[in-house]
């Protein structure tokens, strides 16, 4: 797994389910506060439009309260929650077909702590190249990245929401991992050297890797290759860097609008009863 999720939603939440199925208003909006901020950034990065990214917040919040008692756990928290935010966008999407997407919001900065100012022009480089990036694949590629490499889902998680099988999912991440990779590599790789044609496919071999889906010999030789490989080693670091930057832009708090768009969103489930 490549990044832990901000919030493990079928782990941490379980006695809030309850709490929330048997009316416990308190409960329920704890439950939304949690998932709200990954529920946005998806709605973000599906729809490319904050006023529909927040539409999309709204509706999944509203399907979560409204569905809860039907949520029977046969899959994670998460994995349900993703699927309702994925439907809630996939409605946005082909209500806005005929209409020009607006630019999403700048990603958060990738650190924390106080950088130089020249980090911090290199990481908003790097934050800004990652969201034109990802706003140049196809759904697939970014829906399967965002949920995977960003949220941190596991890749059983990940297929759950996406409904389809793991073997499809990893398929799909390692192409779109790849994707992601060269449409960074001016920012990543400004120096270009050719790999020579005895080369393997190091993306692939790479992110097979991170599925833990490599034998142990062949992560050796593919390592011990990168050492070697000039072209090779760049492209494995460039993949990692990419990699990384998407797990930071997956900040856990809660932002302040965020909060309350959904206190707005649970006025509108005041007549909100369990079955």
């Given amino acids: 797994m490549v990044g832990a999720c901000p919030a493990d939603y079928a782990a941490s939440v379980d006695p809030l389910i309850e709490r929330a199925r048997a009316g416990d208003a308190a409960a329920l909006e704890e439950l939304l506060q949690s998932v709200a901020p990954a529920v946005h950034r998806f ?3 599906m729809c490319k439009s904050d006023s529909d990214a927040d539409d999309v917040l709204q509706d999944t919040l ?10 029977e756990g046969r899959s994670s928290l998460s994995s349900w929650v993703f699927a309702l935010t994925r439907s809630a966008c996939a409605r946005r999407r082909r209500g806005q077909k ?3 997407h607006g630019d999403i919001d700048q990603l958060p900065q990738l650190h924390d702590a106080q950088p130089s100012p020249e980090q911090q022009a290199s990481d ?3 934050a800004g190249a990652l969201n034109t990036a990802l706003s140049a694949l196809s759904d697939e590629y970014r829906e399967v990245l965002q949920l995977r490499d960003i949220e941190g889902l596991s890749a059983t998680e990940a297929a759950a929401a996406l409904a389809i099988s793991v ?3 990893k398929s799909r991440l390692h192409r779109a991992r790849t994707a992601l990779r060269n449409t960074l590599k001016p920012v990543l790789e400004p120096v270009t050297v050719n790999p020579s044609p005895d080369c393997p496919d190091v993306l692939s071999l790479w992110s097979r890797k991170l599925e833990d889906d490599l034998s142990p010999q062949d992560c050796s030789q593919m390592e011990q290759h990168v050492q070697s490989c000039q072209s090779c080693g760049a492209a494995c670091n460039a993949l990692k860097q990419a990699l990384w930057a998407c797990q930071q832009s997956a900040t856990p708090t809660v ?7 959904v206190k707005a969103a649970l006025r509108t489930l005041s007549q909100y009863e369990p079955k």
């Fill in 98 to 100: 005929n209409r020009p």
């Fill in 62 to 71: 509203l399907s979560i309260a409204t569905h809860l008692p039907q949520y």
């Fill in 124 to 126: 908003q480089e790097l």
């Fill in 43 to 45: 709605g973000l990065r």
């Fill in 167 to 169: 073997d499809a999912l």
């Fill in 255 to 261: 932002d302040p609008a965020i909060q309350a768009r």
